[in-house]
């Protein structure tokens, strides 16, 4: 199905999901007194959302821009290894949470393109989902175009969802991404919970994001650009520098490469590997659901 908006009201919820759902809600008078970051500022949790919703709300017209200037560029190179390391095959179902703008899903798209057959009778299927609907409106334009919404070898829809209480049933997905995402979520352990009930047992869970450099010598030199340039940059090339002080902030309170490694098995997935890009600016993390 082409260039559907999925409202997160009209969908089912599996039982699993649902009991969930309600586990969560009844902590939410707990939530409204407890705190976490919001880059480095201390904030109530039930107000993390709605602070980073704005951030990206903000910036979803010059979000490919932010990407260029948080990584000097180099985050296409990052994203197409993402892609390589993923593997797609024809007849896949991805997931791609946090995706907004499509940059991860139109390369997976163009993966399995280059290795479409006439002879393959199995459409693949890719959904673009986020917490955004900004952020959807910029893809699923770029996806026009670019010529991607109707393709005979996939079917691209679009979907508003909250990456912690996902509205897919149990075991949907052959594999699921989020890049540059998971370190704006208010819990990361719900998000990796859900990924793996929503993924099918075979099922991949891959995460690209801003980590933490292990020479210390370079993360001095990169923590120097990150906070004296980037903001700046924001101002001057977007007119707005706070979204760019957040995102500088939000990578340096991410747990490092091990911490998230950790966080992963705890959800259940297995065969958890990460590989580092760009001596640790950026990771690759990989796990499997059997």
Known sequence: MTGLLIPISFLKFSKASVSRLFFYRSKSTIDQQEETHFGFTNVKINEKSKKVYKVFADVANSYDLMNDVM??????????????????????????????????????????????????????????????????????????????????????????????????????????????????VTDIEKVLFEAYRVLRPGGRFLCLEFSHLENKTLQWLYDQYSFQIIPPMGQILAGNWEPYQYLVESIRKFPNQNEFKNMIEQAGFKFVTYDNLSFGICAIHSGFKL
Not at 92 to 106: E, K, P, R, W, Y
Not at 155 to 180: C, G, K, M
């Open 71 to 184: 990584s000097a560029g180099i985050h296409r190179m990052w994203k197409d290894i993402f892609i390589e390391k993923l593997s797609p095959t024809p007849g896949t179902n991805l997931l791609d949470m946090a995706g907004g703008t499509g940059d991860i899903s139109f390369r997976y798209i163009n993966y399995l393109k280059s290795i479409y057959q006439k002879e393959d009778k199995i459409k693949s299927k890719v959904t673009v989902a986020d917490i955004n609907e900004n952020m959807l409106l910029v893809g699923k334009q770029r996806a026009k175009d670019l010529n991607l919404e109707n393709l005979n070898f996939c079917d691209l829809s679009w979907a508003v969802a909250n990456a912690e209480y996902l509205q897919f049933h149990d075991n949907t997905f052959t594999a699921y991404t989020i890049a540059f995402g998971i370190r704006n």
